[in-house]
Nanobody, 121 residues
């Protein structure tokens, strides 16, 4: 099971850190990704981190603003989001895959329930 936390309402330019905690399995055995889905849009991969932590992916719109990292002691993967924009508003999901650095949701076997991020003044 994956459980996300850390979403909320933030003003443009602000920051949030999302956390994805694993229960029942060890996250560092998997590629972990953050996806997001905005109203009326398809779900997209925002960022992912390989099981060896030596590869990362960021979609173009978040490069330089978001950072994905792993905390093995807490069995969590975090997404630090800075300089948030209204277009970052979405439900954010974390997911786990045995496929290295997959960005298509069909490759992900485990999903969290999602956490809402709203960027608005």
């Amino acid at each position: 099971q994956l459980v996300e936390s850390g979403g909320g309402l933030v003003q443009p330019g602000g920051s949030l850190t999302l956390s994805c905690q694993g229960f029942g399995f060890t996250l560092d055995d998997y590629t972990i990704a953050w996806f997001r889905q905005a109203p009326g849009k398809e779900r997209e991969a925002v960022s992912c981190l390989s099981s060896s932590d030596d590869e990362t992916y960021y979609t173009k719109s978040v490069k330089g603003r978001f950072t994905i990292s792993r905390d093995n002691a807490k069995n969590t993967v975090n997404l630090q989001m800075n300089s948030l924009k209204p277009e970052d508003t979405a439900v954010y999901y974390c997911a786990a895959s045995t496929f290295t650095m997959a960005t298509l949701e069909g490759f992900y076997d485990y999903w969290g329930q999602g956490t809402q991020v709203t960027v608005s003044s």
